[in-house]
């Protein structure tokens, strides 16, 4: 089976869910041809003539789910993802890593890089982490957003460009999850 695509809007931006027959492959965010305001995420409509609808998912159950839960999700109603998912090709380590992630912080958590290297049992050191993060190939489904500094915020490579650490907050709050010390 050859991978499929959808688009999603969301409020974080318009996303594209990537599947290849068996599991969920990719997510990622694609500009919209308005780039409204610029100091906020765009949130507006975008023609989908080059990326293709839910009609594709129909073709794809794992796609199909995945658009429902995407939907779920960014409705309020889901919180953790249950999808199968491929990292592609991924180190080993980068593997344990968002393995780790995705089972273990569930929504409304956070966890620091440095607790997530120590969680995941590869003796990695806490930078390592982050560029693991970064290299995501599924970011909310595989909820990097949810791996902070131990200070604040952290980096996050997600987003439409320019809007990344934004949308990080946007996702942690929307969770409920920001923490504490960086209201």
Request: hydrophobic fraction near 40%; charged fraction near 15%; charge should be negative.
């Amino acid at each position: 089976m050859t991978d499929s695509s959808a688009a999603v809007d969301t409020f974080v931006g318009p996303l594209t869910v990537t599947c290849d027959g068996q599991s969920v492959i990719g997510l990622g965010w694609h500009a919209p041809t308005d780039s409204g305001p610029a100091d906020s995420i765009p949130t507006v409509s975008i023609p989908t003539d080059s990326i293709p609808t839910e009609a594709a998912a129909a073709s794809d159950p794992i796609l199909a789910e995945a658009v429902a839960q995407l939907r779920a999700y960014f409705d309020g109603r889901l919180g953790d993802f249950d999808l199968p998912v491929d990292f592609g090709q991924v180190s080993d380590v980068a593997r344990a890593v968002l393995t780790t992630l995705a089972e273990q912080v569930p929504a409304g958590t956070t966890v620091t890089y440095g607790q997530l290297a120590e969680a995941s049992g590869t003796g990695i050191p806490a930078r390592a982490v982050g560029g693991i993060m970064g290299l995501n190939p599924i970011p909310i489904i595989v909820p990097c957003h949810r791996v902070v500094a131990g200070d604040g915020l952290g980096g996050y490579s997600g987003g439409l460009p320019g809007h990344e650490l934004e949308t990080k907050r946007r996702l942690l709050e929307f969770e409920d999850a920001l923490p504490q010390p960086l209201f």
